[in-house]
């Protein structure tokens, strides 16, 4: 077998397990490998001021962290710049949202090297409930000759879902939509997943 099959094989079946299965949908063998999570540009800053119109409700929500994945060599991070305004006296939807955030999903091959696909998107939806959070953005950057360049053309959304624990209340978690599977169509602003996957390492801040 080619060392590009054997690629396709690990990727493929490393995101058939659990969680995010679809994070990596329609992986192949990429030229990219060797990648380090340092390697990849850093997230691009949100180009809109943080300033809310005046009367109007602000969310924020920031940090960096690393969930759990139930398979061995594998690291998934996810960073998050995201905000949002809303009208007081309105519905749930935001009046306005802005921000960055970035999946990386890390993971050693069956050579001993590293693949790294990751994805910077562009927030177009944030919500938040107490302890709760609902991010959604589409695509703007990804790993050069990565599995998701098709997606950017596309600029297909993707969303998470945070629970930002407080003191005593268990682990934070987090949840990933990935991309929608063929046939699926679009998912919509600020909708995700149940946040499912506790944090190891980083959190979270929300308000």
């Known amino acids: 077998m080619s060392n590009g099959s054997r690629r396709t094989s690990a990727l493929g079946s490393a995101v058939t397990i659990g969680l995010v299965a679809t994070i990596a949908v329609g992986i192949t063998a990429a030229s990219h490998t060797g990648w380090a999570a340092a ?5 691009t800053k949100p180009a809109h001021s943080s300033i809310p ?32 305004t809303f009208d007081p006296n309105g519905a749930w939807r935001p009046t306005r949202s802005w921000g960055t955030f970035r999946i990386s999903h890390r993971l050693r091959l069956p050579d001993g090297t590293w693949f790294t696909n990751w994805g910077d998107l562009k927030v177009d939806c944030l919500t938040t409930g107490g302890p709760t959070a609902t ?5 703007t950057r990804v790993t050069p000759g990565g599995p998701w360049e098709d997606m950017l053309k596309e600029h297909t959304r993707m969303g998470i879902s945070f629970y ?24 919509s602003r600020c909708m995700a997943p149940a946040a499912d996957a506790p944090l190891i390492k980083g959190g979270y801040t929300l308000n």
């Not at 594998?74 to 995201?82: K, S, Y």
């Not at 991010?135 to 695509?139: D, P």
């Not at 682990?171 to 679009?186: F, M, Q, T, W």
């Open 39 to 43: 390697d990849a540009p850093a997230p």
């Open 135 to 139: 991010v959604t953005g589409t695509l």
């Open 53 to 84: 119109p005046v009367g109007a409700k602000a969310t924020n929500l920031k940090g960096w962290a690393r969930m759990y994945f139930p398979a061995p060599d594998n690291d998934i991070q996810v960073t998050v710049d995201a905000h949002a």
């Open 164 to 187: 930002v624990a407080g003191r005593n209340a268990g682990p934070s978690r987090i949840g990933l939509s990935g991309a929608p599977l063929p046939g699926e169509g679009e998912l």
